[in-house]
């Protein structure tokens, strides 16, 4: 099966997590400079990991409204569409997912599993859990959870 790459963009960094094959389980990876290898480096991944899908983290105020960051988003997901465009991995699917509060809930995180202080102030760290996060707010949304009526059997009357 194939997985799903998740991707928090961050001016200076970008955090990147990958799902297991079932898509279920969202892990972070790691954190890549955002510079002129950038795309190189997610084609790669694409490759490397079998992806199909890549959730982008989308940046939205409180309000729910676009911000500075948001367009900033905008511009990376063109450029990254390009990059596809003109790779083998033609078929691979970009998502934007509503990534609120996945810093503020990675920084509680780290506080709350005891990670210490000095790991804390890394923030490439922060990405990698914030991407994590985020890509699993997308993967559990995809679960359906239907339970099959039993199957009965049929009357004779």
Do not use: C
Not at 59 to 79: C, H, I, W, Y
């Amino acid at each position: 099966m194939a997985k799903i790459l998740g991707i928090d963009h961050g001016a200076v960094r970008v955090g990147i997590a990958v799902s297991d094959e079932s898509s279920s389980i969202a892990f972070g990876r790691e954190v890549i400079p955002n510079n002129k290898d950038i795309f190189k480096k997610i084609l790669k991944y694409i490759s490397d990991e079998n992806i199909t899908i890549i959730v982008l983290g989308y940046p939205l105020n409180l309000k729910g409204e676009r911000s500075e960051q948001t367009k900033d988003v905008e511009k990376f997901e063109a450029a990254l569409l390009g990059a596809i465009e003109n790779s083998p991995f033609k078929n691979t699917v970009v998502k934007r997912w509503d990534e609120r509060f996945t810093s503020k809930m990675a920084a509680d995180s780290m506080l709350e599993s005891g990670m210490k202080k000095k790991k804390r102030q890394q923030k490439g760290n922060l990405d990698i859990i914030s991407a994590s996060i985020m890509l699993q707010s997308y993967l559990d949304s995809n679960k359906s959870f239907k339970i099959q009526p039993p199957i009965l059997p049929e009357s004779n009357n």
